[in-house]
């Protein structure tokens, strides 16, 4: 058999071809897992960049839903109903995320009585989330309208919560989500 000028011999006619189907071969799985890594990409982009979203806990004000550390999985699709945990945004020099329990819907009177109960539109919140009575804060004036697109937040441990009684009503597009799923990722202390 002949060499080459390096001492290799020539390829013969099947060795030739079954290296050009090997190289096609690796060719093909290439572009699939490009595909697949561009198509996992997407899918994860659009499911939480724009369905879903993933928030830490910070704070002891979802006591005892929500602990310090927990993180939440939330969508941001949908209204939000009164009830629902939901992840806001308040703007201003650090951009806070809160995690708060909507009780005032556009167009509802709340008011909070001298016995701590949350009364929507005169009746009474039924709230078995929360352990302690809520008390008014100063700077509003009660009751209080809710205009269109504003929602009244509070936090379920009302004596360690900063909520709309100190910062006011929010407007839905501070609300980024309803809280769907929670993980215990901390202590719990």
């Known amino acids: 058999m002949r060499q080459d000028s390096m001492g290799l011999a020539p390829l013969t006619p099947t060795q030739a071809m079954r290296g050009i189907k090997i ?5 093909r799985n ?10 996992t990409g997407t899918a994860t982009f659009v499911l939480f960049g724009l369905v879903f979203g993933i928030a830490f806990v910070q704070g002891g004000s979802m006591r005892p839903a929500l602990r310090e550390m927990d993180f939440v999985l939330f969508s941001r699709v949908g209204e939000p109903s009164r009830g629902d945990a939901v992840i806001l945004r308040m703007d201003g020099p650090r951009r806070i995320k809160y995690v708060k329990r909507i009780d005032g819907l ?10 701590g109960r949350v009364l929507i539109n005169g009746a009474a919140l039924d709230e078995p989330y929360i352990y302690t009575e809520t008390q008014r804060k100063t700077g509003l004036a009660y009751p209080l309208v809710l205009g269109e697109n504003e929602y009244f937040v509070l936090g379920d441990d009302r004596e360690h919560s900063c909520d709309s009684r100190d910062f006011g009503t929010v407007l839905r597009k501070q609300i980024k989500g309803k809280v769907l799923a929670v993980f215990r990722a901390g202590s719990g202390k």
């Open 23 to 27: 190289t096609a071969l690796a060719r």
């Open 30 to 39: 290439a572009l699939r897992l490009l595909a697949s890594l561009v198509l």
């Open 106 to 115: 556009p167009g509802d009177t709340v008011d909070i009585d001298g016995q």
